[in-house]
């Protein structure tokens, strides 16, 4: 790093405003490093070998409380300290659990459990719920003759959409923490190369894929050969918890975090007839009220270090934001 940009050659949204993201500007206050309880390393905001916070940090951290349980399963190639997987350990300790390649859960048999993952007979969020809504796909998802599922990562989703009224839609209101109809999510956290190999284990590879929809990702970090909307790991995870939420519970009328976060229009059509007004406050931040950020504070270390980023590097020169969508 130099010096800090001063100014941005283009005008640009900043993706996180609304989001009700706790203040982590804490984050640059925090002076040197301390030394891990658990295995005596010397490490920065957290332990990302014991994923836990070092120094009082953790007295300061929010806290996210998830309606399902996370695995995620990092190639041991991966490297700890620039993945931002640790981040969900980190923050939703009692949900998230990481697991390092080949050394991983059998999940042959456990109901619930699905793998977020684009595949040929991959499921959006909606139709787990029931929702009447398909992908918009052409034959062989557009691919020519011969491509396969590998190929087809590199090819952008379309948006779903709804094939019936949206009048029809409405929310199911026995929906709790402990009965979604799914209980574990997995993801894989890996490039795209590695994931392939991943997928191709038995242990996962029977399980429901589940595909999310389009958000361009925030981050900073370029990877060869991915596109714009190959999300971080840690803005999957909270795609797929803010779908799930919405579709179980609603979306908070007065909630406006959406607003920058550039998610395809096919998912502001879906979440619309599932748009809410909350009556009072105290309902709002229930963990079961319609989606107003209750999971945004994964985001934490993120933003941190997006703002980091950008205080020293112009947004549109770096490589990453210049990828094709």
């Not at 405003?17 to 804490?26: E, K, M, R, Y």
Request: net charge neutral; proline share 6%; glycine share 6%.
């Amino acid at each position: 790093m130099s010096h800090p940009v001063e100014r941005q050659k283009r005008p640009r949204k900043y993706p996180f405003a609304n989001l009700q993201i706790g203040d982590h500007t804490v984050l640059d206050t925090i002076e040197g490093r301390h030394i891990c309880g658990d295995c005596n390393r010397s490490r920065k905001f957290f332990c990302y070998s014991c994923y836990k916070p070092v120094g009082d940090l953790g007295e300061v951290l929010p806290k996210v409380e998830l309606p399902l349980k996370i695995d995620i399963i990092k190639h041991k190639k991966e490297i700890d300290g620039k993945s931002t997987a640790v981040h969900a350990a980190v923050l939703a300790p009692e949900h998230v659990t990481i697991h390092t390649y080949p050394n991983i859960p059998d999940y042959r048999g456990e109901p619930g459990v699905v793998l977020i993952f684009p595949s040929s007979k991959s499921l959006t969020v909606p139709q787990l719920f029931e929702r009447n809504v398909q992908l918009k796909i052409d034959d062989n998802y557009g691919l020519p003759k011969g491509h396969h599922m590998g190929t087809m990562l590199r090819r952008r989703m379309d948006e779903v959409e709804v094939t019936s009224e949206m009048e029809e839609l409405s929310i199911k209101s026995h929906y709790t923490f402990g009965n979604l109809p799914i209980q574990r999510a997995v993801f894989i956290d890996s490039t795209w190369n590695q994931s392939r190999s991943i997928y191709g284990d038995e242990r996962v590879r029977q399980l429901r894929t589940v595909v999310l929809q389009n958000r361009l990702s925030q981050f900073w970090r370029h990877q060869k050969g991915s596109p714009r909307w190959y999300l971080a790991t840690i803005e999957a995870i909270h795609q797929f918890l803010l779908e799930v939420h919405v579709n179980a519970w609603g979306l908070n009328a007065a909630y406006r975090g959406l607003d920058n976060l550039e998610i395809t229009e096919g998912f502001h059509q879906l979440a619309k007839p599932l748009t809410i007004a909350t009556a009072t406050e105290e309902d709002a931040v229930k963990r079961e009220s319609p989606y107003n950020g209750q999971y945004d504070n994964l985001l934490f270390f993120f933003a941190n270090m997006y703002d980091l980023i950008h205080k020293y590097y112009d947004h549109n020169e770096l490589i990453s934001y210049r990828r094709p969508i």
